[in-house]
């Protein structure tokens, strides 16, 4: 076996540019397996971050009635207000929101134009929504809202397609827990530049005690958002601790999933097509692969022919085949492996800027800039085993075929 190993490798070095086409074909496809793995990963991270961090914190607490119906967001369906007195003394950090939905007017002195389009409406309470929500943090311009403050806080891109700027007056039509409806009349706070998209584009966020004014609550919330921890998934105390204390109150807790089932439909979805794409990069470098080892063992038929004329077996001449097709796919993995590697840093550091063009795209993603991957040590070895595993099944089925030959047809073969 040791004397196959040598031959296996010298034949590596006997056809250098041979054994070079082939790693770099195998190298191309493992590349480009991790640059997109990596991103895809990546990007499906930050959107789980920018979910809990921006719109549902580790989930919401609401009634069963309002659950059943909270695409609509029901008004009428309001918290026991002992719900916010047991996750206080629980130690549980949380915070009171109202989501309704209304049409954003805006016309006249200081507007350039005049319009009006349906946005989701979020009533927050200043006060304590830092414990939940990073929204403040990404204030850029103007202020967050103050308890009691008549005004409003949009993200950047939405301002950016209305022309609203600071001071700018502006109407939310909406309708009351009653059905009746009513317009707030309210001023741009401030201006928003907020990682989730959907944040970004089509969410006005309003103080809870003006929005109960004009939504007649009687000082009653829909919803208490609360922050188990910074992972996707909170640890198992944690969410003992939260059904303790919602023990008997009749209301009942939805992760962030729950809330947010475009993104986890989508995310499902993307996984299939990256599983195809990736598919697809690896049948390309497949079929790169066969063609080079085919053309390689095929110029050597005379030299197969030979060898098993001077006695060697078909099971020694297929391993001697096997090493060296295994040699060439580990060249092409490490070869893949350091150039995945040194892209997926760019992508991990760096990232690749979108920009504006995401303000128009709906991809489900939460992700409204910069697009980062992620280190995936999983790949790697996948990549090492792939492409040993590629050359070295399409070198066993070919020699395979080729032993099958008489010795004499192999001799005279052209």
Same mark, same amino acid.
Request: a negative charge; charged letters at 20%; one cysteine or more.
């Given at each position: 076996?040791?004397? &196959?190993?040598?031959?296996?490798?010298?034949?590596?070095?006997? !056809?250098?540019?041979?054994?070079?086409?082939?790693?770099?074909?195998?190298?191309m496809?493992?590349?480009?397996?991790?640059?997109l793995?990596?991103?895809?990963?990546?990007?499906?991270?930050?959107s789980?971050?920018?979910?809990?961090?921006? @719109?549902?914190?580790?989930?919401?607490?609401?009634? %069963?009635a309002?659950?059943?119906?909270?695409?609509?967001? %029901?008004?009428?369906?309001? &918290?026991? +207000?002992?719900?916010?007195?047991?996750?206080?003394?629980?130690?549980?950090?949380?915070?009171?929101?109202? #989501?309704?939905?209304?049409?954003?007017?805006? $016309?006249?002195?200081?507007w350039?134009?005049?319009?009006?389009?349906?946005?989701?409406?979020?009533?927050?309470?200043?006060?304590?929504?830092? $414990?939940?929500?990073?929204?403040?943090?990404?204030?850029?311009?103007?202020?967050?809202?103050?308890?009691?403050?008549?005004?409003?806080?949009?993200?950047?891109?939405?301002?950016?397609?209305?022309?609203?700027?600071?001071?700018? +007056?502006?109407?939310?039509?909406?309708k009351?827990?009653?059905?009746?409806?009513?317009?707030?009349?309210? =001023?741009?706070?401030?201006?928003?530049?907020? +990682?989730? %998209? !959907?944040?970004?584009?089509?969410?006005?966020?309003v103080?809870?005690?003006?929005?109960?004014?004009?939504?007649?609550?009687? *000082?009653?919330?829909?919803?208490?958002?609360?922050?188990?921890?910074?992972? %996707?998934? +909170?640890?198992?105390?944690?969410?003992?601790?939260?059904?303790?204390?919602?023990k008997?109150?009749?209301?009942?807790?939805?992760?962030?999933?729950?809330?947010? @089932? #475009?993104?986890?439909?989508?995310?499902?979805?993307?996984?299939?097509s990256?599983?195809?794409i990736?598919?697809?990069? /690896?049948?390309?470098?497949?079929i790169?692969?066969?063609?080079?080892? &085919?053309?390689?063992?095929? =110029?050597?038929?005379?030299?197969?022919?030979?060898?098993?004329?001077?006695?060697?077996?078909? *099971?020694?001449?297929?391993?001697?085949?096997?090493?060296?097709?295994?040699?060439?796919?580990?060249?092409?993995?490490?070869?893949?492996?350091?150039?995945?590697?040194?892209?997926n840093?760019?992508?991990?550091?760096?990232?690749?800027?979108?920009?504006?063009?995401?303000?128009?795209?709906?991809?489900? !993603?939460?992700?409204?800039?910069?697009?980062?991957?992620?280190? &995936?040590? $999983?790949? !790697?070895?996948?990549?090492?085993?792939?492409?040993?595993?590629?050359?070295?099944?399409?070198?066993?089925?070919?020699?395979?075929?080729?032993?099958?030959?008489?010795?004499?047809d192999?001799l005279?073969? /052209?």
């Amino acid at each position: 076996m040791k004397g &196959l190993v040598k031959l296996g490798f010298r034949n590596l070095l006997r !056809y250098k540019r041979r054994t070079l086409i082939t790693a770099f074909a195998v190298a191309m496809g493992l590349m480009m397996f991790i640059i997109l793995d990596s991103l895809l990963m990546g990007v499906s991270h930050e959107s789980t971050i920018n979910i809990m961090r921006y @719109e549902s914190g580790s989930g919401k607490i609401v009634t %069963p009635a309002y659950w059943e119906d909270f695409k609509s967001t %029901p008004l009428d369906e309001t &918290l026991d +207000p002992a719900v916010g007195e047991k996750l206080t003394a629980a130690g549980i950090a949380w915070t009171r929101r109202i #989501d309704f939905t209304g049409d954003m007017i805006f $016309r006249g002195d200081p507007w350039e134009e005049s319009g009006s389009l349906p946005v989701a409406v979020t009533a927050l309470d200043p006060a304590s929504d830092d $414990r939940v929500f990073d929204l403040k943090q990404v204030v850029t311009e103007g202020h967050f809202l103050s308890p009691g403050e008549e005004g409003v806080v949009i993200g950047q891109w939405l301002a950016e397609d209305t022309g609203a700027k600071i001071g700018y +007056p502006l109407s939310l039509r909406v309708k009351t827990r009653f059905g009746s409806e009513e317009v707030m009349e309210l =001023e741009v706070a401030g201006i928003m530049d907020c +990682p989730d %998209p !959907y944040v970004n584009t089509g969410v006005v966020f309003v103080d809870i005690s003006v929005a109960d004014d004009y939504l007649e609550m009687d *000082g009653l919330y829909t919803q208490a958002a609360v922050k188990l921890s910074t992972s %996707p998934q +909170p640890p198992q105390k944690a969410l003992d601790n939260l059904n303790g204390a919602l023990k008997g109150t009749g209301a009942e807790f939805h992760k962030w999933e729950d809330w947010s @089932e #475009d993104f986890v439909a989508i995310a499902e979805g993307k996984k299939t097509s990256a599983f195809s794409i990736l598919s697809l990069v /690896v049948l390309i470098a497949a079929i790169g692969i066969s063609n080079t080892v &085919l053309m390689s063992l095929f =110029e050597r038929t005379r030299e197969l022919g030979m060898m098993r004329a001077m006695g060697m077996t078909d *099971g020694d001449l297929r391993r001697t085949f096997l090493i060296e097709a295994a040699g060439i796919g580990l060249i092409g993995s490490i070869i893949g492996m350091l150039w995945g590697g040194a892209a997926n840093l760019y992508l991990v550091t760096a990232g690749i800027n979108y920009g504006s063009l995401l303000k128009d795209m709906k991809i489900g !993603y939460r992700v409204s800039g910069i697009m980062h991957g992620i280190w &995936l040590i $999983r790949d !790697y070895f996948i990549a090492l085993a792939g492409g040993v595993g590629i050359c070295a099944g399409i070198s066993w089925f070919v020699t395979k075929k080729l032993t099958k030959m008489e010795i004499t047809d192999c001799l005279r073969f /052209v």
